[in-house]
């Protein structure tokens, strides 16, 4: 160790740079498309796995003030770094902590009637004990289900109007403070989709309502994908998640100039020679069919190479190569062909691009988003900043 610092065997380098360089295209974008709209950072998960304190100080330099986040640990986190920056918890929150979101000014999201009833009990129970003030209120945005299904009031036909009413019920609770209304797209990331156009539809039907009885909230419902295709659907605020770190939504759905802020290197921990018949890795899925040179790298499924991105690649002196066999929990083992390689040699997972990570997301099946928040704790983060 030289002035405290580790030479890792795995360290991901972020470039707080290109997330601030992101920031402000994205703005670019929105203003184009929806001149009133407001962006809303989202750092949950560590900031997709960035590490959420030096995001969030970044996109504060550049001018974000909203940050939405998972639960209440993340939003203190936020709160540490920005003392007056707006902060929204989109999942639940144990009622028992809603005096403590009372105390940093954090706003939580209300997803049904009996879920209020719980908070509003804990914020009476709190003010009875003289630990908050009877006057202070909890900032709440309202959660709308128009069809993911997974959270929310929902707005199916024979709910709509139900809902509604519960609503506009809970504006006169004197615990609440009711401000934002949202909702989230199931299928924005599709180029071509009916959904999308659907959820707007019923979700400007319910603020239409709610609006019609005396109560005008805050408005969104984009999230990257459908910021990217929609601007903010006419709403106050727009969701930006996976677009700020420099990844795409999907395939289909993308912003040319997004720089990928992450790239994941780990090193050659062994060279040796593979025979003919031998296998390797658990499981002896892979046999060699002929004396081959192998390279086993440091890095495996604790550090975020998730097992089902075996028979993905690494690059190498600037040359793809590919994982065989099993992906281990601390260790990968790739084939090197005729690549001249030495033990604590630097291999490149994630690439400046962010072409590899898409390539291992495809051969695992799965999407960028799983792999970045599946980085694990033990890879060391190098930040590269010189804020623009």
């Known amino acids: 160790m030289i002035n405290g610092f580790y030479a890792y065997k795995n360290y991901a380098q972020i470039d707080l740079d290109a997330i601030a360089a992101n920031y402000k295209l994205l703005c670019a974008d929105i203003k184009k498309k929806s001149p009133q ?5 989202v750092v949950k998960a560590d900031a997709y796995g960035h590490g959420a304190p030096e995001c969030v100080r ?17 939003a203190l986190e936020v709160r540490r770094v920005s003392p007056a920056a707006k902060i929204l918890i989109l999942g639940y929150t144990e009622p028992s902590n809603a005096p403590i979101l009372i105390e940093k000014n954090i706003i939580q999201t209300l997803h049904s009637l009996s879920y209020a009833g719980r908070l509003e009990e804990a914020i009476q129970d709190s003010r009875e004990r003289g630990e908050i003030d009877k006057n202070e209120k909890l900032s709440l945005h309202i959660k709308l289900d128009t069809g993911m299904n997974r959270l929310g009031f929902s707005l199916c036909a024979d709910s709509f109007d139900n809902s509604v009413e519960e609503i506009l ?6 615990c609440f403070s009711l401000e934002g209304l949202f909702s989230h797209f199931a299928c924005a990331d599709m180029a071509e989709d009916e959904m999308s156009e659907e959820q707007i539809e019923l979700f400007f039907r319910a603020y239409n309502a709610l609006k019609e009885r005396g109560l005008v909230l805050k408005t969104h419902i984009s999230n990257s994908a459908g910021a990217l295709r929609f601007g903010s659907c006419g709403c106050d605020y727009v969701r930006l998640g996976i677009v700020l770190y420099g990844l795409s939504p999907s395939g289909e759905v993308r912003l040319s100039g997004l720089t990928p802020a992450m790239q994941l290197f780990s090193r050659v921990s062994q060279v040796h020679v593979l025979k003919k018949g031998q296998s390797l890795s658990y ?17 495996g499924y604790a550090d975020g190479l998730i097992r089902a991105c075996s028979g993905g690649s ?7 190569v590919k994982i065989i066999g099993r992906i281990c929990m601390d260790q990968c083992i790739v084939d090197l062909g005729d690549i001249e390689v030495y033990e604590g040699d630097i291999v490149t997972v994630y690439d400046k691009s962010g072409e590899n ?4 997301a495809k051969a695992a099946n799965t999407i ?8 694990g704790r033990r890879v060391y983060r190098k930040y590269k900043k010189n804020v623009i």
Request: charged share 20%; with cysteine; glycine share 4%.
């Open 368 to 375: 960028n988003y799983e792999l970045i928040c599946l980085l």
């Open 283 to 299: 499981g002896a899925t892979y046999t060699a069919e002929k004396d081959m040179r192998v390279a086993t790298i440091s890095i």
């Open 357 to 360: 990570i898409e390539s291992l």
């Open 314 to 320: 690494v690059i190498i002196e600037g040359q793809k």
């Open 169 to 174: 019920s809970l504006s006169k609770t004197e």
């Open 58 to 74: 970044t996109l504060l330099s550049v001018g974000a003030d909203f940050f939405a986040v998972s639960d209440i640990s993340e």
């Open 37 to 41: 709209a407001t962006p809303i950072c």
